[in-house]
Each structure stands twice: as structure tokens, then as C-alpha cells.
């Protein structure tokens, strides 16, 4: 048996044996690269995911891929998606100097955000703004609020603020990103 072995060694030209040693060389070259651009790949998704996550069309990409990567996402943020729904500005009858503010607001994006912070400029008839006023979450919703405000969700929210010297005939409302207080 040993010399059928060292004859068919013997039998098979040199070209042909390199070229199955090549054969298993490069299936193994092949399968290494396979598995090197695969972690390239999640490497770039992960640390590219708050980017991924800031756009809309990406963003379903990005959520996919950390739920079974185990990452996380920054939270949602589109200012354009709330939608003042309804407001009002009153003499507040029981303290004499104050406005009572009421209005209502939804987030129209589809995912949920943080909530933001309102801004509320009175301004005189001319359009001069008097006063204006940014109102953190903190100021306008109670202690046990969630941390975001889910898509579709619509929040009414109340607060006093002081009545400009001058006569305040109209209101405008805007929302701004959240900053949170530096710690």
C-alpha cells in the first residue's frame, strides 16, 4: 500500500498538486475575508449608529441592528414633528400680574422623543416681542412624567407666567431641543 501511495505521488505532475493546495489556500483566504468585511461592517453600523439613527430612513436599519447587537440608540429628535394643537392665553383672575397659559401638543413623529422645551413669546401690536419665556419639561409636566413622548402622543400641559408691563396682544409658541441642566 505504501508504494501505491509513492507511486501515485509519483504519477501526479507537479501542476496539478500546487493547484489543489491553492484551492484549499484560497477557500480558506476566501472565508477569512468574508468574515473580516463582516466585522467591518458591524464595526461601521455601531459606530456609526447615531447617525444612522438621526435619519429617517436609516433609523429602522439602525433599531434592527442594535436589538440583536445589544446596542442602543440615541432618542429621537425632530422639532418639527410637534404640533401645537391648541393654545390659550388669559388674565389669570386669581392673581392679579399673571397669565394663565394653556395648550395642547403632539408629537407627530414615529418614534418617540424627549420632550421639549416650550418657548412662549408675548408680543405688542406691532409684533415687538415684550417677553418670552423657555419652559423646561420640568416646568410644565408633573413629577411622574415618562421620559419621552410617544409617537402620535398629545400632551396638555398649564402654567402662570408674570403679564409683560406693556399690553401683550399676541402669543407665539415654539419648541427647542431639551438641554439638560450640566451636573
Given at each position: 500500500?505504501?508504494?501505491?501511495?509513492?507511486?501515485?505521488?509519483?504519477?501526479?505532475?507537479?501542476?496539478?498538486?500546487?493547484?489543489?493546495?491553492?484551492?484549499?489556500?484560497?477557500?480558506?483566504?476566501w472565508?477569512?475575508?468574508?468574515?473580516?468585511?463582516v466585522?467591518?461592517?458591524?464595526?461601521?453600523?455601531?459606530?456609526?449608529?447615531?447617525?444612522?439613527?438621526?435619519?429617517?430612513?436609516?433609523?429602522?436599519?439602525?433599531?434592527?441592528?442594535?436589538?440583536?447587537?445589544?446596542?442602543?440608540?440615541?432618542?429621537?429628535?425632530?422639532?418639527?414633528?410637534?404640533?401645537?394643537?391648541?393654545?390659550?392665553?388669559?388674565?389669570?383672575?386669581?392673581?392679579?400680574?399673571?397669565?394663565?397659559?394653556?395648550a395642547?401638543?403632539?408629537?407627530?413623529a414615529?418614534?418617540?422623543?424627549?420632550?421639549?422645551?416650550?418657548?412662549?413669546?408675548l408680543?405688542?401690536?406691532?409684533g415687538?416681542?415684550?417677553?418670552?419665556?423657555?419652559?423646561?419639561?420640568?416646568?410644565?409636566?408633573?413629577?411622574?412624567?415618562?421620559?419621552?413622548?410617544?409617537?402620535?402622543?398629545?400632551?396638555?400641559?398649564?402654567?402662570?407666567?408674570?403679564?409683560?408691563?406693556?399690553a401683550?396682544?399676541?402669543?407665539?409658541?415654539?419648541?427647542?431641543?431639551?438641554?439638560?441642566?450640566?451636573?
Amino acid at each position: 500500500m505504501a508504494d501505491d501511495t509513492a507511486a501515485s505521488t509519483l504519477d501526479t505532475p507537479s501542476f496539478a498538486a500546487s493547484r489543489a493546495t491553492q484551492a484549499r489556500a484560497g477557500k480558506w483566504t476566501w472565508l477569512a475575508c468574508g468574515v473580516l468585511l463582516v466585522t467591518l461592517a458591524t464595526m461601521l453600523l455601531v459606530a456609526g449608529r447615531a447617525s444612522l439613527a438621526a435619519d429617517a430612513r436609516t433609523r429602522p436599519l439602525a433599531d434592527s441592528a442594535c436589538a440583536l447587537l445589544g446596542c442602543t440608540l440615541p432618542t429621537w429628535q425632530d422639532m418639527a414633528a410637534f404640533r401645537m394643537l391648541e393654545h390659550d392665553v388669559h388674565a389669570d383672575a386669581s392673581v392679579p400680574g399673571a397669565l394663565r397659559v394653556q395648550a395642547g401638543f403632539r408629537n407627530d413623529a414615529p418614534w418617540p422623543q424627549a420632550w421639549p422645551d416650550l418657548v412662549l413669546t408675548l408680543s405688542d401690536a406691532n409684533g415687538q416681542p415684550l417677553a418670552r419665556r423657555a419652559l423646561a419639561p420640568s416646568d410644565y409636566l408633573d413629577a411622574e412624567h415618562p421620559p419621552l413622548i410617544g409617537a402620535g402622543q398629545t400632551a396638555s400641559v398649564q402654567f402662570a407666567v408674570r403679564e409683560p408691563d406693556r399690553a401683550a396682544v399676541a402669543f407665539h409658541f415654539a419648541f427647542r431641543p431639551h438641554r439638560a441642566a450640566a451636573r
